[in-house]
C-alpha cells in the first residue's frame, strides 16, 4: 500500500454564530443565511475529496450549494479511505476548555452591512435624498425663514437645528412645504425638521443608504496532515494536473511526497483519525 | 523532452521591524496560559488583565509536555491586502451596481489575480484567487513582550480627572518571517462565462466592452469566448469562458512578482517589508515539491522577473459550439427526464395519501 502525505496550513474555519438577516446565494436561487446549515466537525471526508477533486484536476462538487455537477464516487470512496491528523485548536485554561481563534478583517459583515445608524447628513447627501427641484425650493425656503443669503453658512444640521424652533414650524411657509415634501414621499425629511434627529429611512433609501464595507469576524485556523492511500491511478491524475489545491477558507495544500507501508511505523498513524468515522452530521448555521 | 509548467511554487521572506499585524484581546486568556506553562522554564513574562491590550497575531504550538509556544505571524489576509492596497484600497460592493464601473473594475490584472464577489442580483460575478499564500510565520528568534504605554489626554478643569489612558501592546523588535505558497496556473488561465460550473467571473453579453478595457491593462490579450473541457477530466461538460494565452500568463505571474517585490507593510511605529523571493517551477507535482530543494530560482530584482519565460500547460481544451451545444442538450433532457420521473413520484405518493386520508375519513364516520 502507498500513502500520499499533504500538509495542510491556515484551514480558516467559521464557526462563530451571529444572527443575521443576510442572504446566501447558489447558482439556483438565494436563501436566508439563518436557514442554511453547516457541518458539525471542521474537517469532514467531503472537503477532503473536494480537495482531491482539485489535485486531480477534476471538478469538485459543493457540498451544501445547489451545483450542476455529478459527484466522483471514485474520489469520494479514497477520501473515506484516507487518515486525518487536525493539529489541536483547543486548550485548558483554568479548568475550561477554549477555542484558539483570531480575528479576522472582513471586506463586507455578514451582519450590519447597511449602517442604519448613521446620523450624518451634509448638503450633498440631502440634495441626492431630496432630488433637485425640491432642495432648490428648500433652500430658498430656508434663505427666507432666516433672513440670509448665504445658507451655506451652516452646517445642513445647523441649519435643520434653527429651523426646528416653534417660529419656524408654525411659518405657513414651512407647513405648506412639508405638505409638498409628504406628497413627494420624503416624509424622513419632515422627520428631521420636527424632531431633529436622522430617522432609520433616510439610510434605508437607494440613493442615500451607506454600505458598511468592512467588518470583523473570527475565525478558526486549522493545521495538520492527511495521508491518502493511493494506486497508479490516483498518481498519474495528480502528475497530469496542476498539484495545487486549498482545503476550507484559504488552506494552504503542500504535497509532502509518497511513502510505502514499509517505510511507514506502525504507530505512525496512532494520532490520525479515518476520515469515515468523522461525523458528517449537519447542525444549524447558529448554533 | 521538455514539459509544461503546472503550477509555481512560491517562498517569500519578510524582514521588519514590531509588529504590523494584530488580533483581537480574547487572546489574553492564551497568553495567560502560556505565561502560567512557561513560568517554569525562567521565561518571565507579564500576566495580562482587562482588555486594554493589543495582541500580535499568532501561531500557537504545543509541546510533547502541552506546554504551549507561540510564533508571531502576519496573516495572509494582511499580506494579501497590502499587496493590492495600491489598485484595491477599500471594496465597495456597490459598484456592482453600476456596470461600467463594474467592468472597468474587474478587467485589471489585480482583479485577475486576486479574485473577486459581487452579489448583484443580475450578475453574481465570482472568480477565486490564483495567488494561494499562507501567513508569513516568523522564523527567527525574537521574543516578544507585553509594554506599558500611555496616551495624553485633555483634562477636565472642574475635575480631578484627566483623560488620559495607559494601556499595554505587545512589541518585538527586530524580526524575520516566511510565507510560503503558489501560483495556480490552472485558475489563472481561464476566466468562466458560464454559470454551469459554479464561478460565473462575467456576463459574457459584455465581452466586448470587456475585452476593450482588458487589452488596456493586458497588452498580449487578443482572446475570444469558447467552449472549453478541462483535459483529461471525466467531467466533459463543456465550460463557456476565455481561455487566456501563454503570453497573458506569464504577464499576470510577472505582474504578482512584480507586486510581492514591492511588499511593504509601513505602520507609524512599525514596518515588515521584502527581504527576498524565490520560486519554483513545478512540471511534475508529486517530485517538484517543498521539501524538494532542486530548482528553486532567486528574485532580487525587476530584471529577474523580466527575464521569466515558460511555456504553461495547457489545462483546457476548446470544443467546438456543435458539441458542446449537443452534449447540453442530451445532458438537459436527462435531467428532465429524472426530474418528471420525480414528479410523477411524488405526485403518486400524494394521490396515495389522500386515497388513504379519505378512506380513514369514510370509516370514522361510518362508526360514528
Known amino acids: ?287 | 523532452m521538455k514539459k509544461n509548467v503546472k503550477n509555481v511554487l512560491i517562498k517569500l521572506n519578510i524582514e521588519g521591524q514590531g509588529i504590523v499585524n494584530f488580533d483581537s484581546n480574547d487572546q489574553s486568556y492564551i497568553w495567560n496560559k502560556y505565561v502560567k506553562d512557561n513560568s517554569e522554564n525562567g521565561i518571565i513574562k507579564s500576566y495580562c488583565k482587562g482588555s486594554n491590550i493589543q495582541f500580535a497575531k499568532k501561531n500557537w504550538y504545543k509541546d510533547e509536555n502541552e506546554k504551549l509556544n507561540y510564533k508571531i505571524k502576519i496573516s495572509s489576509d494582511c499580506i494579501r491586502h497590502n499587496l493590492y492596497k495600491d489598485e484595491i484600497p477599500f471594496q465597495s460592493p456597490n459598484i456592482g451596481y453600476f456596470k461600467d464601473l463594474l467592468l472597468n473594475f474587474i478587467a485589471t490584472p489585480a482583479l485577475l489575480t486576486r479574485g473577486y464577489l459581487f452579489t448583484e442580483k443580475e450578475n453574481r460575478y465570482k472568480r477565486s484567487t490564483c495567488l494561494n499564500i499562507t501567513d508569513a510565520e516568523q522564523v527567527c528568534n525574537a521574543e516578544s513582550n507585553i509594554e506599558v504605554f500611555s496616551r495624553s489626554g485633555e483634562k477636565i478643569t472642574d475635575e480631578i480627572l484627566k483623560d488620559n489612558t495607559f494601556f499595554y501592546k505587545e512589541t518585538v523588535g527586530e524580526i524575520k518571517y516566511q510565507a510560503i505558497g503558489n501560483i495556480d496556473l490552472m485558475n489563472l488561465q481561464f476566466l468562466s462565462t458560464d454559470q454551469v460550473f459554479d464561478r460565473f467571473g462575467l456576463n459574457p453579453d459584455y465581452f466586448n466592452i470587456y475585452k476593450t478595457i482588458l487589452k488596456r491593462n493586458l497588452p498580449t490579450f487578443n482572446s475570444e469566448l469558447g467552449f472549453y473541457c478541462i483535459n483529461g477530466s471525466s467531467n466533459i461538460m463543456p465550460e463557456y469562458g476565455i481561455k487566456f494565452s501563454n503570453e497573458d500568463v506569464l504577464y499576470l505571474i510577472k505582474y504578482i512578482f512584480t507586486k510581492l517585490l514591492s511588499f511593504d507593510i509601513t505602520h507609524l511605529k512599525s514596518y515588515a517589508k521584502f527581504s527576498s523571493l524565490e520560486y519554483k517551477l513545478v512540471y511534475d507535482p508529486i517530485e517538484d515539491t517543498f521539501n524538494n530543494e532542486n530548482g528553486w530560482i532567486s528574485i532580487k530584482n525587476r530584471k529577474d522577473i523580466e527575464d521569466i519565460n515558460f511555456i504553461v500547460e495547457d489545462f483546457y481544451v476548446e470544443k467546438t459550439y456543435e458539441d458542446s451545444i449537443n452534449l447540453r442538450k442530451k445532458i438537459n433532457e436527462e435531467v428532465e427526464k429524472i426530474k418528471s420521473e420525480k414528479r410523477a413520484e411524488k405526485k403518486a405518493k400524494a394521490a396515495n395519501n389522500k386515497k388513504k386520508k379519505d378512506e380513514s375519513n369514510i370509516e370514522s364516520e361510518n362508526e360514528e
Not at chain 1, 87 to 92: A, G, L, P
Request: glycine share 4%.
Open chain 1, 1 to 287: 500500500m502507498k500513502y500520499l502525505f499533504l500538509e495542510f496550513k491556515n484551514a480558516g474555519w467559521f464557526n462563530t454564530s451571529k444572527e443575521t438577516k443576510d442572504y446566501v446565494f447558489d447558482i439556483k436561487d438565494q436563501y436566508q443565511r439563518v436557514n442554511t446549515q453547516k457541518f458539525k466537525e471542521p474537517i469532514t471526508y467531503y472537503q477532503v475529496s473536494n480537495m482531491l477533486c482539485v489535485l486531480m484536476g477534476e471538478r469538485p462538487k459543493p457540498s451544501l450549494r445547489f451545483s450542476y455537477i455529478e459527484k466522483n464516487n471514485d474520489i469520494i470512496n479514497i477520501a473515506k479511505k484516507s487518515l486525518i491528523k487536525i493539529n489541536d485548536y483547543q486548550y485548558e485554561y483554568n479548568e475550561k476548555k477554549y477555542v484558539i481563534n483570531e480575528l479576522l478583517r472582513t471586506k463586507k459583515a455578514v451582519w450590519n452591512s447597511d449602517d442604519k445608524e448613521n446620523d450624518l447628513v451634509y448638503w450633498k447627501r440631502l440634495n441626492i435624498f431630496l432630488g433637485n427641484d425640491l432642495y432648490n425650493s428648500f433652500i430658498d425656503l430656508a434663505k427666507v425663514l432666516l433672513k440670509t443669503n448665504d445658507i451655506y453658512q451652516y452646517t445642513v444640521m445647523e441649519c435643520f437645528k434653527i429651523l426646528n424652533y416653534s417660529e419656524y414650524q408654525n411659518n405657513f411657509l414651512m407647513i405648506e412645504f412639508k405638505k409638498i415634501l409628504k406628497k413627494n414621499g420624503k416624509s424622513p425629511v419632515i422627520h428631521l425638521l420636527e424632531n431633529y434627529s436622522v430617522p432609520h429611512f433616510m439610510n434605508k433609501n437607494d440613493l442615500t443608504k451607506i454600505t458598511t464595507n468592512s467588518g470583523i469576524t473570527k475565525i478558526i485556523r486549522l493545521s495538520g496532515n492527511i495521508a491518502i492511500p493511493i494506486n497508479d491511478w490516483v498518481i498519474n491524475k495528480i502528475k497530469n494536473s496542476k498539484g495545487c489545491a486549498t482545503l476550507l477558507d484559504g488552506g494552504f495544500v503542500k504535497i509532502i511526497g509518497i511513502k510505502y507501508d514499509e517505510e511507514i511505523n506502525s504507530d505512525y498513524f496512532n494520532d490520525y483519525k479515518k476520515l469515515d468515522e468523522i461525523s458528517t452530521e449537519l447542525i444549524n448555521i447558529n448554533n
